[in-house]
């Protein structure tokens, strides 16, 4: 195994001493499936390869913004364009307007947007502008949703915070984190009850409309629909975190696809194409409160940069029509069969959470709808599963509670192959049970 990965763990050995964990993000590091990370020399279409030379089927896919799969060529053009016209201005261009038009086009709660460059700015503007229309300063979120590590939204967070076990961290003043309300995700009462008790100090409910970061976690019937409804009946504004899932399970995201809209919607991954990019959008009345239109401040150097304009631009192109999101739809439905087929024969209990191209097998024999559900899950076979498929050329996200992303790159012998692999993990994962 280690001469597998001998280039890997020395590029490791020297990043760690130079980084935290020897990474930019937690999740990277591999600790939650307990091994090293593999670093990466390139990607092309639905492949990585390492530095080792493996090259392996990828799921991680940046973990979301990634549609159109590694180094496509429309968008690498498109970067390179924008790169030989200068990096950035510090004044307006004309692609901001390109891309504002087509994400103002595309997102039913969004008529004035603002681009920013990461999914925390997002949500963390989007709430700003929640408290500062209300007058309101609480936030009622889902307990495992994960919207970006700004201090009120790190209370009880999903994704590498769940990994972690550092669900509210060190760092972070109590005086704000008491700002923060928890609910459990699909619990349509508990939102109701906290509202009906402390509704005037409420200024959203902020929510993933499908969460994807305690894994792939489909709203349930109705629920999103009583959000709206309760919101509408007390001034509470509602929040879509659809920073992982706009222009991915829907061109117009969750929103669209539920027929729900939002008063503020916070962007990110798929808009900037793979290149650093967010946006946050919504009601009219209330994006004329934020700078330089009205007193809610929020501001960013490299905001709206060109390059990271011309990849979202040159991304959602190819999502245009239906035909790509059918395409999607039909390459991951082909995955989530597999798996569930594969894990049945070997006799190891998954249900897989899916809406179109994000997804996430988890290891138990219930359906997960919310936090509780996914935490209750057989982690250790996770852990062992993701080895095993990482040595057969498979790389997944490397936690329990992160979706896999489909990307328009995976053809069905890359499925398939997927498919193979997963059938040999899994007989891996019950001999070890
Ligand atoms: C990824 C993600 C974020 C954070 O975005 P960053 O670009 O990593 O800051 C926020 N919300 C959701 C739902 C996400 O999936």
Same mark, same amino acid.
């Given at each position: 195994?280690?001469?597998?990965?001998?280039?890997?763990?020395?590029?490791?050995?020297?990043?760690?001493?130079?980084?935290?964990?020897?990474?930019?993000? #937690?999740?990277?590091?591999?600790?939650?499936?307990?091994?090293?990370?593999?670093?990466?020399?390139?990607?092309?279409?639905?492949?990585?390869?390492?530095?080792?030379?493996?090259?392996?089927?990828?799921?991680?896919?940046?973990?979301? #913004?990634?549609?159109?799969?590694?180094? %496509?060529?429309?968008?690498?053009?498109?970067?390179?364009?924008?790169?030989?016209?200068?990096?950035?201005?510090?004044? #307006?261009?004309?692609?901001?307007?390109?891309?504002?038009?087509a994400?103002?086009?595309?997102?039913?709660?969004?008529?004035?947007?603002?681009?920013?460059?990461?999914?925390?700015?997002?949500?963390?503007?989007?709430?700003? %502008?929640?408290?500062?229309?209300?007058?309101?300063?609480?936030?009622?979120?889902?307990?495992?949703?994960?919207?970006?590590?700004?201090?009120?939204?790190?209370?009880? !967070?999903?994704?590498?915070?769940?990994?972690?076990?550092?669900?509210?961290?060190?760092?972070? #003043?109590?005086?704000? !984190?008491?700002?923060?309300?928890?609910?459990?995700?699909?619990?349509?009462?508990?939102?109701?009850?906290?509202?009906?008790?402390?509704?005037?100090?409420?200024?959203?409910?902020?929510?993933?409309?499908?969460?994807?970061?305690?894994?792939?976690?489909?709203?349930?019937?109705?629920?999103?629909?009583?959000?709206?409804?309760?919101?509408?009946?007390?001034?509470?504004?509602?929040?879509?975190?659809?920073?992982?899932?706009?222009?991915?399970?829907?061109y117009?995201?969750?929103?669209?696809?539920?027929?729900?809209?939002?008063?503020?919607?916070?962007?990110?991954?798929?808009?900037?194409?793979?290149?650093?990019?967010?946006?946050?959008?919504?009601?009219?009345?209330?994006?004329?409160?934020?700078?330089?239109?009205?007193?809610?401040?929020?501001?960013?150097?490299?905001?709206?940069?060109?390059?990271?304009?011309?990849?979202?631009?040159?991304?959602l192109e190819l999502l245009q029509g239906d035909e790509a999101?059918?395409?999607?739809?039909?390459?991951?439905?082909?995955?989530?069969?597999?798996?569930?087929?594969?894990?049945?024969?070997?006799?190891?209990?998954?249900?897989?959470?899916?809406?179109?191209?994000?997804?996430?097998?988890?290891?138990?024999?219930?359906?997960?709808?919310?936090?509780?559900?996914?935490?209750?899950?057989?982690?250790? !076979?996770?852990?062992?599963?993701?080895?095993?498929?990482?040595?057969?050329?498979?790389?997944?996200?490397?936690?329990?509670?992160?979706?896999?992303?489909?990307?328009? !790159?995976?053809?069905?012998?890359?499925?398939?192959?997927?498919?193979?692999?997963?059938?040999?993990?899994?007989?891996?994962?019950?001999?070890?049970?």
């Amino acid at each position: 195994m280690s001469k597998r990965y001998a280039k890997s763990i020395a590029a490791h050995a020297i990043a760690k001493r130079l980084m935290p964990g020897g990474v930019n993000s #937690p999740v990277r590091a591999y600790q939650a499936v307990g091994r090293l990370p593999i670093t990466m020399a390139s990607g092309s279409g639905c492949t990585v390869t390492d530095v080792d030379g493996n090259a392996y089927i990828d799921y991680v896919g940046s973990f979301g #913004p990634l549609i159109a799969g590694h180094a %496509v060529d429309e968008v690498i053009a498109a970067i390179n364009k924008a790169a030989r016209h200068g990096t950035s201005f510090g004044m #307006p261009t004309e692609l901001e307007t390109q891309l504002a038009q087509a994400v103002v086009g595309a997102v039913p709660g969004i008529d004035v947007v603002r681009f920013v460059n990461s999914g925390t700015e997002a949500t963390m503007s989007a709430m700003r %502008v929640a408290r500062g229309a209300t007058g309101r300063s609480k936030i009622v979120k889902a307990i495992g949703g994960y919207h970006g590590h700004s201090d009120a939204l790190l209370v009880q !967070a999903g994704s590498g915070a769940t990994t972690l076990g550092s669900p509210s961290s060190p760092g972070v #003043p109590e005086a704000i !984190a008491r700002t923060t309300l928890l609910v459990p995700y699909n619990d349509l009462s508990a939102v109701e009850q906290l509202i009906a008790e402390q509704g005037d100090d409420i200024a959203a409910v902020l929510i993933e409309p499908i969460a994807g970061n305690m894994g792939c976690v489909p709203p349930a019937d109705g629920y999103l629909e009583g959000l709206r409804k309760v919101c509408d009946g007390s001034g509470v504004l509602l929040i879509f975190d659809e920073v992982m899932t706009g222009f991915r399970v829907a061109y117009g995201g969750a929103q669209a696809l539920y027929h729900v809209k939002p008063d503020l919607t916070a962007l990110g991954k798929v808009v900037g194409g793979g290149l650093p990019c967010a946006a946050y959008g919504g009601r009219d009345d209330l994006m004329r409160r934020v700078a330089p239109d009205g007193p809610i401040y929020q501001a960013g150097t490299l905001s709206g940069n060109p390059l990271a304009m011309a990849a979202g631009l040159a991304t959602l192109e190819l999502l245009q029509g239906d035909e790509a999101y059918a395409q999607l739809e039909q390459t991951s439905a082909h995955l989530a069969a597999g798996l569930e087929k594969a894990a049945a024969d070997a006799k190891v209990g998954i249900t897989v959470g899916r809406v179109g191209s994000m997804l996430t097998p988890f290891f138990t024999d219930t359906p997960v709808t919310d936090y509780a559900g996914a935490t209750a899950c057989d982690t250790e !076979a996770f852990g062992r599963f993701f080895c095993a498929m990482l040595d057969a050329g498979v790389v997944l996200p490397p936690s329990q509670f992160e979706a896999w992303f489909v990307s328009l !790159a995976h053809t069905d012998e890359a499925i398939e192959a997927t498919i193979a692999a997963a059938a040999k993990a899994f007989k891996v994962v019950a001999k070890s049970a």
